[in-house]
Each structure stands twice: as C-alpha cells, then as structure tokens.
C-alpha cells in the first residue's frame, strides 16, 4: 500500500510560480510510473505530467510545456511538479499519482492517489 501526500498548493498570482511536493510513503516509489492529475470544476480529471517507470521517458500535456516541469527525488521518495508562468486556466486541485505498472495518460491506468491540493492563479 502507498500513500501520498500533496502539498504546495495555494493562491497566486499569474504570472508566478509554485512548487508542488507529493511525498509517499509505505512502499518506496523510484521505479513506479508517477504522475500529476488536475481536475477544475466540471471537468474531467486530465494529466499534466507523467514519468515512466525508471523515469526513462516524461510527459507534460501540451498546455503545460514549456512552464511546468516533473520530476523526482529517489532518495526522499518525492515527486514534485515545478510550475511558472501560472495562468488563471491551471487553476484546479492537482493530484499526484503513482502505479507500480506502467502508468499511462488517463486517470484509470494509476492505482494511488493523494487527496489533492489546490491551486488558485488569480488575474
């Protein structure tokens, strides 16, 4: 069993940035697929950034590249999504993710997930 937990969220301003932090614990992650999911109000569950097992290949959503950025740190157990230049549409609760599988682009194909935090980027 995994457990993860976001933290990092909060308002800002666009333009700005924030560093989201999801620690896990219970199992160690470093060759899990891991991944950050963002839901806003009405909308489906999308990802906006994704890391192979063996963290081989990244993926960030078209939306997101060149501002955000995945990565991990093995040795804390953590993943963390770097974001700048927010602009009012990232605004949503942003989940971390993790399968001992493959992963993949949709939500289904990740087994853990954490409780979310919000982020709020105001005008």
């Known amino acids: 069993q995994v457990q993860l937990v976001e933290s990092g969220g909060g308002l800002v301003q666009a333009g700005g940035s924030l560093r989201l932090s999801c620690a896990a614990s219970g199992r160690t992650v470093s060759s899990y697929a891991v991944g950050w999911f963002r839901q806003a109000p009405g909308k489906e569950r999308e990802l906006v950034a994704a890391v192979t097992q063996t963290g081989s290949i990244a993926y960030h959503a078209v939306s997101v590249q060149g501002r955000f950025a995945i990565s991990r740190d093995n040795a804390k157990n953590t993943v963390y999504l770097q974001m700048d230049s927010l602009k009012p549409e990232d605004t949503a609760v942003y989940y971390c993710?993790?399968?001992?599988?493959?992963?993949?682009?949709?939500?289904?194909?990740?087994?853990?997930w954490g409780q979310g935090t919000q982020v709020t980027v105001s005008t």
């Open positions: 993710t993790a399968d001992p599988q493959w992963g993949g682009r949709t939500a289904g194909e990740y087994e853990y």
